[in-house]
């Protein structure tokens, strides 16, 4: 059974940038397409990012644009959010999901978190103004 597990969340002020992984056990992740979502409290959970299977095909939310980036290693079996200019409203936990069941395939949304069927336990990340 594939378990994620996310971390390198913390506090960071605004300006400033994080790298976020998220690291697959029991099974290798390269055959996934891979998510990374997001919720404060209060809200919705909320698509980010996601990259395909093969790592050539990216979408982010426009919240996201030009300041994350999503990358896979598959030799380490991890995906990767890159995180730049940081602003206080990105302040959440993030989950990264992962769609073992080819619901994307099959015609779900990339950015609908019901296209995914693993996730992970999620990281804190904390933006400070």
């Known amino acids: 059974q594939v378990q994620l597990v996310e971390s390198g969340g913390g506090l960071v002020q605004a300006g400033g940038s994080l790298r976020l992984s998220c690291v697959a056990s029991?099974?290798?992740?390269?055959?996934?397409?891979v998510g990374w979502f997001r919720q404060s409290p209060g809200k919705e959970r909320e698509f980010v990012t996601h990259i395909n299977w093969r790592g050539a095909v990216r979408y982010y939310a426009q919240s996201a644009r030009g300041r994350f980036s999503i990358f896979k290693d598959n030799a380490k079996n991890t995906v990767y959010l890159q995180m730049n200019s940081l602003k206080p409203e990105d302040t959440a936990v993030y989950y990264c999901?992962?769609?073992?069941?080819?619901?994307?395939?099959?015609?779900?949304?990339?950015?609908?978190?019901?296209?995914?069927?693993?996730w992970g336990q999620g990281t804190q990340v904390t933006v400070s103004s």
């Open positions: 029991g099974r290798t992740f390269s055959s996934y397409p």
């Open positions: 999901a992962a769609d073992s069941s080819s619901l994307i395939r099959r015609g779900g949304s990339y950015s609908s978190k019901r296209s995914y069927d693993l």
